[in-house]
């Protein structure tokens, strides 16, 4: 059993920059595909990026492309995602997951509680 944690969200001015961690535990998460999701008020879970048990693959949602940046370190079993030129429509609770590689939500079979990331205008 793989259990998430998610930090490091919190209230940031629009233009600034955020570190999101997503601590594994129970197991390594090293086999595991990990992404990056986030619910905005109102609104339905939607992916943000992913990336490969390897590191070499990642993708990412079209809208944060050039400002967020996925990253893992498999020997701290962590991954992160670093989020700059934030903007207020970048607000939402944001989850960490490990799976299968893709943007599919069904394809993670763990998730964390979520962080909060508020992004003020």
């Known amino acids: 059993q793989v259990q998430l944690g998610e930090s490091g969200g919190e209230l940031v001015q629009a233009g600034g920059s955020l570190r999101l961690s997503c601590a594994a535990s129970?197991?390594?998460?090293?086999?595991?595909?990990m992404a990056w999701f986030r619910q905005a008020p109102g609104k339905e879970r939607t992916f943000v990026a992913c990336i490969s048990w390897s590191g070499g693959s990642t993708f990412y949602l079209d809208s944060v492309k050039g400002r967020f940046t996925i990253s893992r370190d498999n020997a701290k079993n962590t991954v992160y995602l670093r989020m700059n030129n934030l903007k207020p429509e970048d607000t939402a609770v944001y989850y960490c997951?490990?799976?299968?590689?893709?943007?599919?939500?069904?394809?993670?079979?763990?998730w964390g509680q979520g962080t909060q990331v508020t992004v003020s205008s």
């Open positions: 129970g197991r390594t998460v090293s086999g595991y595909a």
């Open positions: 997951a490990a799976g299968t590689y893709s943007p599919d939500p069904h394809a993670y079979d763990y």
